[in-house]
């Protein structure tokens, strides 16, 4: 690090941007400073910069819109964002949109130059990248950061894992349910990698029989069995220099995962009949639709494995736990698979999706709305077009007791009055809301009677007081 690394740092505070400025050419960094975002953009146009430091608070024009603006100039330059107390939400946005990272005000000066020193190391790395300009048929399509959807708080919690993960070389464990977009968040990991224009292997450890997956990631000597007429080349050899995808990773039989540690601490293996020592740089992102630790308790995964692949640990929330982000991917859904304009859903049928438990999460939403699209007539998608049933929840046949001697009165109005909310639930597809307002309750009382008649699932997480 020298002077021949040169940031920008942008901030209306005169003070602060006196401080950066002495603290950053005490590390023989090379300085500029911009008070305004549209002085900033000005001079990324007009110069070379290795990092920016950049105020989310700013006059003119707001630091998250001069970051965009940023990344659709030079989208590999890292934009470090200055933060004050109270702004988590914009720094999470700030993260999607793609910044490096962030600093708070007031800041650690160990932490602020560590961040620093990474932004740089990232840059020139990306520089080496760029002047080597290396191709491959094994890079996969560049695909949009915008592929993943969510504006939730949990989602966001995603953004700034990738953002933390993805210009490192760890390993990284990404664990989810079926359907919740394991593979989408591998894609975007890679895409903002290092590795970027280095090779991506994808390989499903659930799709491929056990006994064929060790020559698929480390391929196999001529002559290694019956029908190794050629040698073959694996995923590993492949992938070198790049990342490779383990989708299932849980799949795997235990000697597999012990052939995998020994790669891993040694980044090195031998084909499948082989005895030439193969040594390779490969980054390793896996994924899980189970819950590995539990996994390594029943004895079906190898701890020391776990620790290995569980560097960086990216945990994907089922769709039933951000349910205010179904709206966002509703929409998504509607653009990426219908070639009709301006085609909306009613409100009724939005609240039927939102009502949904989907255990299939969004893979189950998007083939929802896929088959909705097809059914649907008109400019508008109508609760008839959505082929989901109503919650299982509130299913309960209506409890009959007009031939039953019950004569207590407490029991009697308690049967009635569960017999009506479950009614009105039903007739509002499970709006609590709307079920609060029917029946003449507010929603806190709504809430006690569906947990006293165990009416109440694991939706409450979902409904805001």
Known sequence: MNAENKILVVDDEIKMLATVREILENEKYSVDEATDGIIALEKIKSNHYDAVILDINLPYKDGLEVLQEIKNIDNDLPVI????????????????IGAFDYIDKPFELDDFLFIIKRAIRYSNLISELNSIKHNTSFVSPQINYDDIIGSSYKMKQIYKLIGRAAPTDVTVLIEGESGTGKEIIADTIQRHSLRANKPYIKINCA???????????FGYEKGAFTDATNKKIGRFEL????????????????????KLLRFLQH???????????????????SATNKNIEEEVKLGNFREDLFYRLNIMHIKIPPLREHKEDIPLLVEHFIQKHCHKKNLTISDSALELLMNHTWQGNIRELENVIQRALIVAQGSVISKEDIAIPLNDEYKVSTHKFSNEENFN??????????????????KTNGNKSKAAELLGINRRQLFTK???????????SDMKE
């Open 81 to 96: 964002m200055f933060t004050a107390f109270g702004s988590n939400e914009r720094i999470i946005k700030a993260m999607k």
């Open 239 to 258: 992938a070198n220099g790049g990342t490779i995808f383990l989708d299932e990773i849980n799949n795997m039989s235990l000697a597999l995962q012990t």
């Open 207 to 217: 799709a491929i029989p056990d006994t064929l997956l060790e020559s698929e990631l």
């Open 450 to 460: 569906l947990h006293q008649y165990n009416l109440f699932s694991s939706v409450i």
């Open 409 to 426: 009165l407490h029991e009697a109005i308690a049967n009635l009055e569960k017999e009506l909310i479950i009614k009105v639930l039903n």
């Open 267 to 285: 980044k090195t293996f031998e084909r499948v009949g082989g005895n030439e020592t193969i040594s390779v740089d490969v980054r390793i992102i």
